[in-house]
């Protein structure tokens, strides 16, 4: 669609519409991959302003994540990543629904704070025995949409892997051997 920049309002009531159109198609392509059985709830902030994608297969979390289960299991094949990270009981959802990185900070808490009850709807719903948390900035957020569901396991935080070696470095280091343990015995795919 073609955003009109000549009427304010009626450029704005565009834009609105068309990240409501990104949205769905997001939460569409999200869904294709969910698992009948979700062992491990991986929960990102938000998806980027950039439109990048966990599940369009091209966000910097979804290369550090890819390389992260490769590394922990080297059979899996980076080609039909998705795929796998789906039938090993894993899935990915945002704590937002709308992209927060380019917000100042009071603004994007507010929205961290709004998805809260959808967080705990997810957590009810999914029932993961884990939950891993891939932004720490976001770990209260998700430690109270948790206790909102009512639900307990193991809750794991870990810095965002894709902007900065060293994270990306501890982001592996401590998702390996959790992976490890929990889904040892899942089938090879």
């Known amino acids: 669609m073609k955003l009109q920049r000549a009427n ?15 949205s769905i198609a997001r939460e569409r392509l999200r869904r294709r991959y969910r698992p009948d059985r ?38 899996l094949e980076k080609a039909h990543f998705l795929e796998s990270f789906r039938a090993l009981g894993c899935y990915l959802v945002d704590l937002c629904g709308q992209p927060v990185d380019r917000m100042d900070r009071k603004r994007r808490e507010r929205v961290c704070f709004a998805g809260e009850a959808s967080l705990s709807r997810t957590l009810r719903q999914l029932r993961p025995k884990i939950v891993v948390v891939v932004v720490r900035s976001i770990g209260r957020s998700v430690r109270r949409a948790e206790d909102q569901a009512k639900w307990s396991g193991l809750h794991v935080e870990l810095p965002y892997p894709g ?24 089938p090879k795919i």
Do not use: M, N
């Open 8 to 22: 304010p309002r009626k450029f704005v009531r565009q834009l609105d519409e068309s990240h409501a159109k990104a």
């Open 38 to 75: 979700v062992r491990i709830l991986f929960v990102g902030e938000a998806p980027p302003a950039s439109g990048r994608f966990f599940y369009q297969a091209d966000s910097g979390l979804y290369q550090a994540v890819r390389d992260t289960f490769i590394s922990a299991f080297p059979h």
């Open 163 to 186: 902007r900065w070696v060293h994270h990306r470095a501890e982001f592996c280091q401590e998702l390996v051997p959790l992976l490890r343990k929990s889904l040892c015995s899942v």
